[in-house]
């Protein structure tokens, strides 16, 4: 097998001629070969990973202005810079995450060694999402080399400037025997779920969830399936004009095409009339009059979630905004009330700039509220009182909780981000991403020499019995 020294190859006009099949089977036989396994080559992979972001760092911006409108400064906020962080944080760690642990034993087996090492699983696929088509691509990526593992990455369609940037860079500075991006759309992912992978990230819908778990399960490849799910804030007490602020920056972010975005409000009593005021200024605030002029607000991906988005309006009352022009995918920052849990709104995830503003008498009756729906992916919750704080994070089930903020906790490494129930099966990032990307794989080690386990040989006669 090659040593940890082999140089890195780079072969870019190789894997871009190649189709799903094909590279699926060059990336099996990197993976035979586990020349992904060494530190010195996932460190080598890194740098270059590193190396590709900060060169090709307006190549990226572009291409996400290009796909999603986005501001350079979210663009490099929110994707950019998330995976920097990433990769820092993975190269400072990797020695120890790496290190083989030693656990106790039982002192019936001693002398004995037991330790825990991480290895890697293998070859991964991935399977990103079109909202942050470089995070939710090369972060899981970054996880998965760490790991030593070889990758695929399909990155999606309906992010196209993206995917073909990826698809050309990634090549230029990535080993082609242990990474490679296949491109297009869900008939190259149905290909590709036709072979055997060690593990698929899969991140996006529930409907194509449950397809990439069903071909998985086919396969007995294990998954973290990375899903959305409507996020719910409750807004109990606090300074209205900051709990507004923190509200409209998580959801109006990417122009609300966030997983993790606050999806509804659930206002206790007066609260809910005093948000629904506070929200329009706080749009004028951030975005000025007219938000379709401004260079900070995002566009929808395509005419059909614009369509989607807008028919979404038909029902409630629009308390700020309203104002959707499919020729430029714009949905203007809208607030709705006056909603109840049977309108179209409430029903489905709503992934654009909308937010329904509902009123609830009691904490208590947004508890039962988030309780008798799906587990989403965040629930936040704005308070400055402990008890309602303490009941909030006992009551409700979420993939993760965030205490007056919204969509934070993305950005910090050493929390794990994923769903539960409804929301996900798994998580990534940091540590849990390259745990999520390795096998705990324990070794027992004995002498010969002192056979202490004679004990435990047949015959079992009646001196052993009697122990
Ligand atoms: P998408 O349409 O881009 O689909 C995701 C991937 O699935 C793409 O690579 C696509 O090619 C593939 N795909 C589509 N149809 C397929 C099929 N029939 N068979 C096989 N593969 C297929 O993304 P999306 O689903 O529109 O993403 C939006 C959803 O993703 C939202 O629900 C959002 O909440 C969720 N999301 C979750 C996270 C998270 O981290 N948990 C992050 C972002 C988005």
Redesign the pocket.
Known sequence: PPTPTDRVRLDPGAVAERGATETAEHLRQGAHSRVAHAKRFRVAQLEAFERMLRIHRADLLQALEDDLGKSQLESQVTELQMVQNEVEHARRHLDDWMRTRAVASPFALAPVSTTVTARPLGMVLV??????PVN?TLTPLVDAIAAGNTVLL?????APATAALLERIIPQYLDHRTVAVVTG??EV??EL?RHKFDHILY????R?GR??YEAAAKQLTPVTL????KCPVLVADGDVMGIARRIAHGKFTNAGQT?VAPDYVLAVGSMGAKLAAAMPKVIREFYGADPRTSRDFGRIINAHHVRRLAGLLEEGHVTAGGIVNEAERYVAPTVLTQVVPEHSVMQE?I?GPILPILQVATVDDALRFIGDRPDP?AAYVFSERGGVVKAFEEGVRAGAVGVNATILHLAVPELP?G?VGA??IGAYHGKTGFDTFSQQRPTLSKSIRLDTLRMLYPPYGAAKSAV
Do not use: D, H, M, R
């Open positions: 399977i990103a999402p079109w909202n942050y939710l399909k990155p999606s369609e309906l759309g869900p992912t149905t779920l991140t996006g819908g529930e194509v397809i990439v990375e899903l959305g799910g997983c995830e992934f992916l981000f769903g929301s996900g």
